[in-house]
């Protein structure tokens, strides 16, 4: 159990620019989880996967926000044409739904996205 | 849908004081309750959670969180801090069931002084 992975850790970008950012949850975790934090605020939760499958998407997630877990395992969420606004840090998490600890999210370290 | 409100943005204290972070919570359904920390560039790391039973729950750290359905409260407390308790702890909640979202508060910044 390495724990729940992100990376970049750290991403500067210009306001119109693409970002990919990528989370390797806990093997064998069927649940991640994305929350965005702002400076001063709690987690905000954007969307989560149950396998590959996207269950739900916050309002928070505009179209310019996609997120992907192809296999089932790692996952990436892009954003298309930064803005300034999309300046935060962005946390993954997973779960084992069905274990010993269900509810219990695992937290990686976060990729903060400054945008220039 | 749910909310969480922590009172205190920032809490002051000096070593081996006693401390109570206190969240309150809203919600129409059943919920389960969860305190995090927070250390600088980290993710968050769980100390306690609520799922059901005894509402008094001891968490890692030395910290304990009692549930109070009544009061919709959700307090953490240690009795004796240490510097390396300094950090931003949040509290969350998420409905009961399997694994879903949690909602967090706006977080306590907990800053122990010698």
């Known amino acids: ?116 | 849908a749910q909310s969480v409100t922590q009172l205190d943005s920032q809490v002051p204290v000096f070593e081996e004081a006693p401390v109570e972070l206190r969240c309150n919570y809203s919600s129409s359904v059943s919920v389960y309750l969860f305190w995090y920390v927070q250390y600088p560039n980290q993710g968050l790391q769980l100390l306690l959670k609520y799922l059901s039973g005894s509402t008094l729950v001891k968490g890692i750290n030395g910290f304990e969180a009692e549930f109070n359905k009544s009061q919709t409260s959700f307090h953490l407390r240690k009795p004796s801090v240490h510097i390396s308790d300094t950090a931003e702890y949040f509290c969350a909640v998420s409905r009961t069931g399997t694994a879903s979202k949690l909602t967090f508060g706006t977080g306590t910044r907990l800053q122990v002084t010698l």
């Open chain 1, 1 to 116: 159990d390495t724990g729940v992975s992100q990376n970049p850790r750290h991403k500067i970008t210009k306001r119109g620019q693409n970002v990919t950012f990528r989370c390797d949850p806990i093997s064998e975790h069927n649940r991640l989880y994305w929350y965005r934090q702002t400076l001063g605020q709690g987690p905000e939760f954007l969307t989560y996967f149950q396998n590959e499958a996207q269950l739900e998407k916050s309002r928070l997630l505009s179209d310019r926000f996609s997120a992907e877990r192809p296999k089932g395992s790692f996952s990436t969420l892009e954003i298309q044409r930064t803005e300034q606004g999309d300046s935060a840090m962005y946390l993954c998490a997973s779960s084992l739904v069905g274990g010993l600890v269900s509810n219990e999210q695992f937290f990686g370290p976060g990729t903060r996205l400054t945008v220039l």
